[in-house]
């Protein structure tokens, strides 16, 4: 397996920055901002420069580079195997209502047969994240591990795009399958926020909205416990997401709110909020942010039996806004794992998709580090 990656500034030329990657790569990961990624004249570069590969990526809010963060930049990292088989597939996703059908449709649209791993990359606002990996988990073989996330749009929340063997789109959902006996596979997903307050019951919901927490409307409640912070709803939300437990299942998700509804007091989030499920704000601890990508990243090779050669990171957008111009710590904390082989490049995101550990089931996360480490023996 041979790896390659570029970072594209604004202003440099995109041909010549191409031609460090190797024209046989059969997978092309382009990551970027909406503005960069949505130019007529990316696609036609990468499909000249790279004739054979998959090319699959999509809208950022930030992208990761090595230990390098930017913004409004593009990432390309290309992957030639020596004996895994890539194929990528895309399907169209009519809007959160439509998300787990969707999951269902693309991991149907793969053949089984020496399937190892799913890298799915999903349009990031008009989505359920929670239904769209029920869909592919409930549809995917149980041996298939499965990770990838939302694409994102800077701060905005407005629109997002996915490329997928063709120019980027809206409202796409896009999925890399991998095939062959010598792939290694590592994921895990870890965040590092830290909770306060009273546990709340969730009463009334629907889906990925959420109405009422003990009886009560969530939006009054949520701004009592922001106080000042409140007045830049909602955009201050990914600074105090809300971590979620299921009274039956053991273990926990954070959730990251989308927006927020003053008409009817609601607040709509990236994943279901069930009724019955408790729910509790979180705030940031800087040095527990960072030791999660740590053990993320420790994590995500614990079970391989040999070095991985490529990461794929997969980080929050909350994350980002909390750590500023710390940011860089926590991609250096994976690297500092993984050590000086891998090629390492990935996104800021709008929700994250992996298992907590190899081996759990995978979920729809907020605020966390999601590692993928691919390797060949």
Same mark, same amino acid.
């Given at each position: ?19 460090? +990657?190797?024209?046989?790569?059969? +997978? ?38 090595? !230990? ?15 004996? !895994? ?44 994240? $929670? ?7 409930? $549809? ?5 591990? %499965?990770?990838?996330? %939302? ?31 010598? @792939?290694?596979?590592?994921? /895990? ?23 009422? @927490? ?18 830049? @709803?909602?955009? !201050? ?28 007091? $609601? +607040?709509? =989030? ?13 705030? /940031? ?9 740590? +053990? ?14 490529? /990461? ?7 994350r980002k806004l909390v750590l500023k111009q710390r940011i860089e710590e926590e991609v250096e904390a994976v690297r500092e794992v993984l ?34 480490? =691919?390797?060949?023996?």
């Amino acid at each position: 397996m041979e790896v390659g990656s570029v970072r594209v500034e604004p202003g440099q030329d995109l041909n010549g920055s191409l031609a460090v +990657l190797d024209t046989r790569a059969d +997978l092309a990961l382009v990551f970027g901002s909406r503005g960069r990624i949505s130019a007529p004249e990316l696609y036609p570069a990468l499909r000249a420069w790279l004739p054979q590969a998959r090319i699959v990526g999509c809208s950022t809010a930030g992208e990761i580079f090595g !230990t390098q963060v930017g913004d409004d930049s593009l990432v390309v990292t290309a992957a030639r195997f020596e004996s !895994t088989r890539v194929v990528a597939k895309s399907v169209s996703v009519a809007g959160p209502g439509d998300s787990r059908l969707a999951g269902r449709r693309l991991a149907q649209s793969f053949a089984t047969a020496g399937l190892v791993h799913v890298f799915v990359l999903s349009e990031g606002v008009a989505i359920n994240g $929670s239904e769209l990996v029920l869909g592919l988990t409930e $549809s995917l073989p149980p041996h298939v591990s %499965l990770s990838g996330g %939302l694409s994102g749009d800077g701060e905005a929340f407005a629109r997002t795009v996915v490329m997928c063997d063709r120019p980027a789109e809206s409202q796409i959902v896009a999925a890399v399958a991998f095939y062959g006996s010598r @792939l290694r596979v590592g994921l /895990a997903s870890l965040g590092g926020w830290d909770p306060f307050g009273p546990e709340r019951l969730i009463t009334r919901s629907s889906a990925n909205v959420l109405y009422e @927490l003990d009886g009560r409307p969530a939006l009054e409640l949520y701004k009592r416990y922001l106080g000042p912070h409140s007045a830049g @709803l909602p955009a !201050t939300a990914l600074l105090y997401p809300l971590s979620l437990r299921d009274p039956i299942e053991v273990g926990g998700l954070v959730r990251t709110i989308l927006g927020i509804s003053e008409a009817d007091g $609601s +607040l709509t =989030f990236a994943g279901d909020m069930p009724r019955g499920a408790y729910t509790r704000l979180m705030r /940031a601890n800087f040095d527990r942010l960072i030791d999660g990508s740590k +053990l993320a990243a420790r994590r995500s090779v614990s079970l391989l039996d040999s070095a991985p050669q490529m /990461a794929v990171l997969i980080s929050c957008v909350g994350r980002k806004l909390v750590l500023k111009q710390r940011i860089e710590e926590e991609v250096e904390a994976v690297r500092e794992v993984l050590g000086d082989a891998p090629v390492i490049g990935g996104f800021y995101s709008y929700g994250e998709i992996s298992p907590f550990t190899p081996g759990a089931d995978c979920s729809l996360h907020n605020q966390t580090m999601t590692v993928t480490t =691919f390797g060949e023996v």
